[in-house]
């Protein structure tokens, strides 16, 4: 019996290091075969496509961990702040304005020195009701870096019209906090240099501009002016006035 036990033993043996000599030419040829991870040829087109996948995913959730992976995979991308604006209103959506303001926080600290990024965060704060002067603050600096040229991805032979509508965004911003803070008379005049430097038929931008000078008009108790602000609003907002300004 110890005799027929060790037979078995080494008929088993020898089975089992047959079966796997046969198995490493096969594992040999696929680890040549397979080709090692390349870079991204053009990671920046990789991350728009990306980005494009987050702004219309509707489950909110699912959006979440997508944005995660976005900011870690491509933190550097010109694609950056369009994506903190999906992820500051997404959580806004699940957890609540006082989550989105406390995110929002985060991504200034991690973000200095990109007006996109701090006007974006000075939206959410104000958003929150919770943080205005805050929002104050950054929605200036963002204003005034981006005036000075200070921030990434700017291009050197940007059209004036391009960056006069880029300017508009911040003023917006910054009207936005002026008026939250009871700052009525500086909104104000903040509203007319924005005019002044708004394309002329950007009907869109026009009529935010219109929007928040009545705010502030209404906000400093001059009924009857803010009313024809809105109205102005209105008249921009009408598709038919479009390429002319509103009288």
């Not at 005036?147 to 965004?169: N, Q, V």
Request: net charge negative; with cysteine.
């Amino acid at each position: 019996m110890p005799t027929t036990y060790r037979v078995l033993t080494i008929f088993f043996i020898v089975c089992g290091l047959m079966a796997v000599s046969a198995c490493v030419p096969f594992r040999r040829a696929a680890e040549e075969t397979s080709e090692p991870e390349r870079p991204e040829s053009d990671p920046e087109s990789s991350a728009k496509e990306a980005l494009d996948s987050i702004q219309i995913e509707r489950d909110a959730h699912r959006r979440q961990a997508m944005i995660e992976s976005f900011l870690a995979r491509w933190p550097h991308s010109r694609y950056v702040a369009p994506c903190i604006a999906v992820e500051l209103a997404t959580i806004a959506e699940v957890d609540g304005s006082d989550a989105a303001a406390e995110r929002a926080s985060r991504r200034e600290i991690e973000y200095p020195d990109d007006p996109r990024v701090l006007r974006i965060v000075a939206e959410c704060l104000l958003e929150s009701g919770l943080h205005d002067a805050r929002a104050l603050e950054l929605a200036r600096n963002a204003l005034v870096m981006d005036r000075a040229g200070i921030g990434p991805f700017r291009h050197p032979d940007e059209s004036p019209t391009t960056t006069r509508e880029r300017e508009t965004l911040y003023y917006l911003t910054w009207i936005r906090a002026l008026t939250a803070n009871d700052l009525w008379s500086e909104a104000l005049a903040a509203c007319e240099d924005a005019l002044k430097r708004v394309p002329n038929n950007d009907a869109g931008l026009i009529c935010a501009i219109h929007r928040r000078q009545g705010d502030a008009l209404a906000g400093a108790d001059r009924l009857e002016e803010a009313a024809s602000a809105y109205l102005q609003a209105v008249r921009w907002g009408d598709p038919r006035n479009r390429h002319t300004r509103a009288s």
